[in-house]
């Protein structure tokens, strides 16, 4: 079956750099826009990215616009998420999910478990 497995969470300090990965196994990963989605303690799903299947084309949510990088390796069927100059509000549970486009807005089919990232001092 389908498996997403991200990691490299972890506490990081204000203005710090984390490099997330999110290894996938049991489908075509290449056939796969991918999705970064996180998650706040006591708030709601937040998208953070996208990417299209072949890695040209990503977007972003503006609150992490400038700062972040979507890529991914269908080679090695892994998708990543740099973020740098990190701050308190980035703190949360960061997934990763095959996304498709339904019009106006994302559909995410597959998730991981999420890995969790701690942006204090």
């Known amino acids: 079956q389908v498996q997403l497995v991200e990691s490299g969470g972890g506490l990081v300090q204000p203005g710090g750099s984390l490099r997330l990965s999110c290894a996938a196994s049991?489908?075509?990963?290449?056939?796969?826009?991918m999705s970064w989605v996180r998650q706040a303690p006591g708030l709601g799903l937040e998208w953070v990215a996208t990417?299209?299947?072949?890695?040209?084309?990503?977007r972003y949510n503006d609150s992490v616009k400038d700062r972040s990088t979507i890529s991914r390796d269908n080679n090695k069927n892994t998708l990543y998420l740099q973020m740098n100059n990190v701050k308190p509000d980035d703190t949360g549970r960061y997934y990763c999910?095959?996304?498709?486009?339904?019009?106006?807005?994302?559909?995410?089919?597959?998730w991981g478990q999420g890995t969790q990232v701690t942006v204090s001092t």
């Open positions: 990417i299209d299947k072949g890695g040209s084309t990503t």
């Open positions: 049991g489908l075509t990963f290449g056939n796969y826009a």
């Open positions: 999910a095959t996304t498709r486009l339904g019009g106006a807005y994302y559909l995410f089919d597959n």
